[in-house]
Nanobody, 121 residues
Framework: QVQLVESGGGLVQAGGSLRLSCAAS????????MGWFRQAPGKEREFVGT???????YAADSVKGRFTISRDNAKNTVYLQMNSLKPEDTAVYYC???????????????WGQGTQVTVSS
């Protein structure tokens, strides 16, 4: 079992930055692919990006160049650095874990509870 806990959400003005963290329990973190997703009210959960155990990242076009995913396997933590935030980035952000790299949410085995990010215009 893997438990995931996100933190770092909040309210920020457009153009600002936030860094989300996702702390994982369990000794298998270093072998897991980690994904970030987001869900805005009334919308489906959207893929944001993923990072492999070795640090290879892949980001959705909507956030490419603005968001960066990283991980610290020694701390069992994955990060989502969000820069140049826009009002349309407002959503609940979730981290998730899987054995392989996926862009679809239903392929992930473990999920955090989510953290709210609100970007004001």
């Amino acid at each position: 079992q893997v438990q995931l806990v996100e933190s770092g959400g909040g309210l920020v003005q457009a153009g600002g930055s936030l860094r989300l963290s996702c702390a994982a329990s369990g000794r298998t973190f270093g072998s897991l692919h980690m994904g970030w997703f987001r869900q805005a009210p009334g919308k489906e959960r959207e893929f944001v990006g993923t990072i492999s155990p070795g640090g290879t990242t892949y980001a959705a076009d909507s956030v490419k160049g603005r968001f960066t995913i990283s991980r610290d396997n020694a701390k069992n933590t994955v990060y989502l650095q969000m820069n140049s935030l826009k009002p349309e980035d407002t959503a609940v952000y979730y981290c998730a874990a899987a054995r392989y790299s996926y862009t679809t949410s239903n392929r992930y085995d473990y999920w955090g509870q989510g953290t709210q990010v609100t970007v004001s215009s």
